[in-house]
């Protein structure tokens, strides 16, 4: 069956970097649209940034612009988040999310999410 197993949140400090990464299973990986969205206490989940099975890169929150990158490695089945310059904004359980087209509303498949926390 289809997972997505999301590892790499944790506590961290502002201004720190963190590497969320995703195994993905039970589908043709480099056929989706790989996505991050995230949900933090008290707002509705948003989406972060995407990235096709081609490797095009969309970026859709400006709040992270310049400091998260999203990748994928499709001999892996993998696609990771790595965050710099964290801020205790960015506070929120983060899910890896499938989408056979990039454009559609809502994501096939979703990752049970992890939690990262940044806080002094």
């Known amino acids: 069956q289809v997972q997505l197993v999301e590892s790499g949140g944790g506590l961290v400090q502002p201004g720190g970097s963190l590497r969320l990464s995703c195994a993905a299973s039970?589908?043709?990986?480099?056929?989706?649209?790989m996505s991050w969205y995230r949900q933090a206490p008290g707002k509705e989940r948003e989406l972060v940034a995407a990235?096709?099975?081609?490797?095009?890169?969309?970026n859709l929150v400006d709040s992270v612009k310049g400091r998260f990158s999203i990748d994928r490695d499709n001999a892996e089945n993998t696609v990771s988040l790595q965050m710099n310059s964290l801020k205790p904004e960015d506070t929120a359980v983060y899910y890896c999310?499938?989408?056979?087209?990039?454009?559609?509303?809502?994501?096939?498949?979703w990752g049970q999410g992890t939690q990262v926390t940044v806080s002094s």
């Open positions: 039970g589908f043709t990986f480099s056929s989706y649209t």
């Open positions: 990235i096709t099975g081609t490797g095009t890169r969309i």
């Open positions: 999310t499938a989408k056979i087209r990039w454009s559609q509303k809502s994501p096939d498949s």
